[in-house]
Structures are given as C-alpha cells and as structure tokens.
C-alpha cells in the first residue's frame, strides 16, 4: 500500500465514479469494494470526506471527494 494524496479527475456515471484520470493515464473502475465518510474534528476545519474503495483496471485504489479539496487519490494497493 502506498499512500499518494494526489488531485485526480473522475467521471460519473449515474452519481458514481466510473473512470479515474491520474498522471496522463485514464483507468476504468470495475467495481466500488466499500464507501464510508469522515468529517473533521469540531474545532479544526469543517472538511468532509466521502472515501471510495475501488477495483480499477490500474489495481485497488481508495479516493476520496472532499468539499475543501475535491477530489483526491488517497491510496494505492500493491
């Protein structure tokens, strides 16, 4: 596992990621493993986060969309 916290583009496809853009290389997602959500401690920045864990044809990659940030490719799989 190799964290990146990298800015990637995605497109949706009916409000889900269906394809992820990431230095020059576009990679189709096959299958979305889990979400969950996190929010910032109350007295730090309001940032949410709506995590993804997916199966690309690039490995597992887990991404996140923040509303302070957008979205970001948090980890890669090995």
């Not at 990146?4 to 230095?23: A, F, H, K």
């Not at 997602?29 to 889990?34: P, Y």
């Not at 597992?60 to 979205?71: R, T």
Request: charged share 20%; net charge negative; hydrophobic share 40%.
């Amino acid at each position: 596992m190799k964290l990146m916290m990298e800015p990637i583009d995605v497109g949706l496809n009916r409000n889900q990621p269906s394809i992820i853009c990431w230095r020059g290389g576009t990679y189709d997602v096959e299958q979305i493993l889990d979400t969950w959500s996190s929010r910032g401690p109350w007295w730090g920045s309001d940032e949410r986060r709506s995590y993804l864990l997916l199966v690309t044809t690039s490995g597992v990659m887990e991404i996140f969309h923040s509303n302070l940030s957008g979205w970001m490719l948090s980890r890669m799989f090995d």
